[in-house]
C-alpha cells in the first residue's frame, strides 16, 4: 500500500495562518455592517433604489440598545426614512442641492442641518441633567482672574448690540462653559453656544449671525435644561452663519 498524505505539505502554521485570514475577513466585513447600522437600509445616490448595497448578505437583523438612567431600549435598524425639511424646493433631479425657503439659519439644510437627537437633557451619572445655568449649578463659578461675562453686551458680527449675557450655561460633568444666556434688547433670549464667542473685559462678541439674527435662535422649552435636540438646533442656527448671515458669505472668496 502506499503512502498516503491526507493533507500534503500542510502544516500547524500554514493552517494557523489560513485561519486567521478568513478570521480577519470575517472581522472586517462585520464591522464595516455593523458601523453602518444605523444607516441602512442605504439608498443608491442615482437612483435612489433600496437594498443595493454590495455584500450586505440579507437583511439586517434589529438590534437592541438599552438606554440608561431608565429611558428605555432603542431598536436599529428600523427601516425608516428620515422625513424631508419642509421649507426646501423640490430638487429638479436626483442629487441636486436643495433650494431654502424662508430663513435658511433655521432651514435645517446644508451647514444648519442637524441630527434628530433625543429630545431629553443630557444627564450625569447622577441622573441629573448636565448642561444648567450657573444659577442651577451653585457650586460652579468663574475663576477669579478671568473676565464674568454676565451683564456685558452682546454683539453681532455688524457691531450692533444684541442684548446683554444675564447667565451662563454650565456642564456639571466637565466643569466647563457650554452656553450663554443672552437677554435680547428686541425682547426674549437667545442661547449661543460658547466656542462661537469672544469674551473681553467690555463686551461679547459673536461673529456667526448679525445683531438682528440672535431674535431667530432657537428657543428652549425649559429655562433649567437644554435638551439634546435642542442643543443640536441651537449650534446648527448660530453654526450656518458663517455660510449664511450675510450675502457676502455665501459668494466664493474667489
Not at 502544516?11 to 464591522?31: K, T
Not at 439644510?109 to 451653585?138: H, K, Q, S, T
Not at 468663574?142 to 444684541?162: H, I, N
Not at 448671515?245 to 466664493?252: C, G, I, L, Q, V
Request: glycine fraction near 10%; aromatic fraction near 8%; hydrophobic fraction near 40%.
Amino acid at each position: 500500500m502506499s503512502n498516503v498524505h491526507l493533507v500534503g505539505g500542510l502544516d500547524i502554521a500554514e493552517l494557523s495562518f489560513y485561519l486567521f485570514f478568513g478570521f480577519f475577513i470575517c472581522l472586517v466585513w462585520y464591522l464595516n455592517r455593523e458601523s453602518r447600522r444605523e444607516g441602512f437600509p442605504l439608498e443608491h445616490d442615482i437612483t435612489g433604489h433600496r437594498d443595493l448595497d454590495v455584500a450586505r448578505l440579507g437583511d439586517m437583523p434589529k438590534k437592541s440598545f438599552k438606554l440608561p438612567h431608565g429611558n428605555g431600549t432603542v431598536y436599529q435598524p428600523t427601516g425608516e426614512r428620515d422625513a424631508m425639511p419642509a421649507n426646501v424646493l423640490p430638487r429638479a433631479h436626483s442629487g441636486s442641492p436643495l433650494d431654502v425657503v424662508g430663513d435658511p439659519l433655521s432651514s435645517g439644510v446644508g451647514p444648519a442641518a442637524y441630527a434628530l437627537r433625543a429630545d431629553r437633557p443630557d444627564v450625569d451619572m447622577f441622573g441629573r441633567p448636565r448642561i444648567v445655568p450657573m444659577r442651577v449649578a451653585e457650586h460652579i463659578t468663574v475663576e477669579g482672574r478671568d473676565v464674568d461675562p454676565r451683564g456685558l453686551p452682546v454683539t453681532g458680527l455688524d457691531g450692533a448690540v444684541a442684548g446683554t449675557v444675564r447667565d451662563i450655561w454650565v456642564d456639571r460633568s466637565e466643569h466647563v462653559i457650554r452656553y450663554i444666556d443672552v437677554a435680547l434688547n428686541s425682547g426674549g433670549t437667545a442661547t449661543v453656544p460658547m466656542p462661537m464667542v469672544r469674551i473681553s473685559r467690555r463686551e461679547v462678541n459673536c461673529d456667526a449671525v448679525t445683531a438682528a439674527q440672535f431674535a431667530g435662535c432657537p428657543q428652549l422649552a425649559s429655562a433649567e435644561q437644554i435638551t439634546l435636540l435642542e442643543e443640536e438646533k441651537v449650534s446648527a442656527y448660530f453654526g450656518a452663519g458663517y455660510l449664511w448671515a450675510t450675502p457676502e458669505r455665501s459668494e466664493p472668496l474667489l
